[in-house]
């Protein structure tokens, strides 16, 4: 990527709270609490600019400890992304998110948020309040970033948030979660816990990030076209 474009993108997100180091158990329990904005959002500074905003469900104790989206070491997130071409080396997170890599994500117009910001050990320590207060935070700031696509990473909590029982894999039907603007895509966590989702690869995200991709191509097209 030009230099003077990564230039243009000047981070405002906070160091690893560590210092680049890695995280110690003792240090992971320590990000175990309430703060509902445990890590900072990978976001421009201007309204409008994205392409694909994507966004999981809540920090895990690793990625809030080093400040950085999905950031512990063996999650699929980075890999499936660098292999869907969407990024041109593959970005290790695990000790911080370099300004580097975050210069390379934004200038390409791909965003990074949660639907609930606290930090758990795991996702099914939300409660339903929390995703329901989560999803409608959610669609008020779309009115602010405005992305072209949005592409949820975990269907249950989708489902439990927008009161969506049916809500099926893959594009919504927007009208219904009143996300009326943006593409609304959704798949399952990467390490699904019911037996009848289906657990995905690196081969599979990646597959499923390129769909999006075209589809934040096809929408930035056709507001072109408007």
């Known amino acids: 990527m030009d230099s003077v474009i990564e230039e243009s993108f000047i981070s405002s997100r906070r160091?690893?709270?560590?210092?680049?180091r890695k995280p110690t158990k003792d240090d992971l329990a320590e990000f175990a609490?309430?703060?509902p904005d445990a890590i900072d959002d990978v976001l421009p500074v201007r309204s409008g600019e994205l392409s694909m905003l994507i966004v999981?469900?809540?920090?895990?104790?690793?990625?809030?400890?080093?400040?950085?989206?999905?950031?512990?070491?063996?999650?699929r997130f980075w890999p499936s992304l660098h292999q869907a071409g969407?990024?041109?080396?593959?970005?290790?997170?695990?000790?911080?998110?370099?300004?580097?890599?975050?210069?390379?994500?934004?200038?390409?117009?791909?965003?990074?948020?949660?639907?609930?910001?606290?930090?758990t050990a795991r996702a099914d320590e939300l409660d339903k309040k929390e995703l329901r207060e989560g999803a409608a935070r959610l669609v008020r700031r779309?009115?602010?970033?405005?992305?072209k696509v949005v592409a949820v990473a975990g269907i249950t909590s989708f489902r439990i948030g927008y009161s969506l029982p049916k809500a099926h894999l893959g594009e919504q039907d927007t009208r219904l979660s009143?996300?009326?603007?943006?593409?609304?895509?959704?798949f399952t966590s990467y390490l699904s816990?019911?037996?009848?989702?289906?657990?995905y690869?690196?081969?599979?995200?990646?597959?499923?990030?390129?769909?999006?991709?075209?589809?934040?191509?096809?929408?930035?097209?056709?507001?072109?076209?408007?």
């Open 86 to 119: 969407l990024t041109d080396h593959l970005v290790d997170a695990s000790l911080g998110l370099a300004v580097e890599d975050e210069a390379q994500l934004l200038a390409r117009g791909i965003g990074i948020t949660n639907l609930v910001g606290r930090a």
């Open 15 to 20: 160091p690893s709270p560590l210092g680049g």
């Open 142 to 147: 779309l009115d602010d970033i405005r992305p």
């Open 193 to 199: 816990p019911a037996a009848s989702m289906p657990i």
């Open 178 to 186: 009143s996300m009326a603007g943006p593409r609304v895509s959704t």
């Open 56 to 75: 999981g469900i809540n920090p895990g104790l690793w990625t809030a400890a080093v400040n950085a989206p999905f950031a512990r070491p063996g999650n």
């Open 33 to 35: 609490t309430d703060n």
């Open 201 to 226: 690869q690196v081969p599979d995200l990646a597959r499923i990030w390129r769909d999006v991709w075209r589809a934040s191509r096809t929408e930035a097209a056709a507001l072109m076209r408007s």
